[in-house]
């Protein structure tokens, strides 16, 4: 019965008799035959017609788990990429158009007065109470680096009259007075004067790095955006247009 692969629960099932029983008579035939495993046992003793057959039948077991294994593992890759790139596809999408309100205090501009800012991370932005993809794509292990030419191309309209707007990129370092301080990392143009209430506003513009970034960290590599001077009413700006590309 061993030799035909019957398994000793079988056996002892079969002749009604104990497991440990045939446990028992199979080790003692082991030590008798000079071998210490079941191959073993089926190399010495089996048929030569019979261990061909056995190992073609595992052979064939073999093909039929590799063909049943292979496309299911490609359709589980393919459900995970797609799902993968569903969400990302719904959620992490550059919003259009950009519609941005300024709440935080800006740098001080070039006339010595203090605007409203907002704040582009190069990975990702808060939007609408979600983080976005960004407009701004600088590599994740990147820093701006000096001697980098950056170019700003944007079409706006604002909800009301400010008398400039400034971008530029700027290093946020931890220490200071106030826990954190700004470093100026480009020149920092002022694309707009005197804009108007409902106008639509189009412009590219240049800027060079002028000094490297601290690190690779997000806060230290901010594109920064100032509309000035403070206004009584948070400014908003639609952007239908809000491209930062390295040259």
Not at 11 to 33: G, M, P, Q, S, W
Not at 82 to 98: E, K, Q
Request: contains cysteine.
């Amino acid at each position: 019965m061993l030799l035909e692969g019957i398994k000793p629960k079988e056996i002892a099932f079969r002749l009604d008799i104990k497991y440990d029983t045939v446990a028992f008579h199979r080790k003692n035939l082991y030590e008798k035959l000079g071998v210490n495993t079941q191959n073993e046992f089926f190399v010495k003793y089996l048929p030569e017609s019979k261990q061909t057959e056995e190992a073609e039948a595992g052979i064939k077991r073999k093909k039929i788990i590799i063909k049943i294994a292979v496309p299911l593992a490609f359709a589980l890759i393919a459900v995970f990429a797609l799902s993968y790139a569903f969400y990302f596809r719904a959620r992490m999408v550059i919003p259009n158009p950009i519609v941005l309100t300024f709440t935080g205090d800006g740098p001080i501009g070039l006339d010595g007065s203090r605007g409203w800012q907002y704040i582009i991370d190069r990975g990702l932005f808060f939007y609408e109470n979600e983080w976005r993809a960004s407009p701004y794509r600088l590599p994740r292990r990147e820093r701006l680096t000096e001697g980098d030419i950056y170019f700003f191309t944007c079409t706006f309209t604002s909800d009301v009259d400010i008398r400039y707007l400034e971008v530029g990129f700027f290093d946020c370092v931890t220490g200071g007075e106030h826990g954190y301080y700004w470093t100026q990392l480009s020149i920092n143009p002022r694309m707009f004067f005197n804009i108007e209430a409902g106008v639509e506003y189009s412009s590219s513009i240049g800027m060079m790095i002028t000094t490297t970034a601290s690190s690779s960290a997000d806060i230290a590599n901010r594109f920064i955006i100032v509309v000035g001077p403070k206004t009584e009413n948070n400014p908003t700006l639609t952007f239908t247009q809000f491209e930062i590309t390295k040259r």
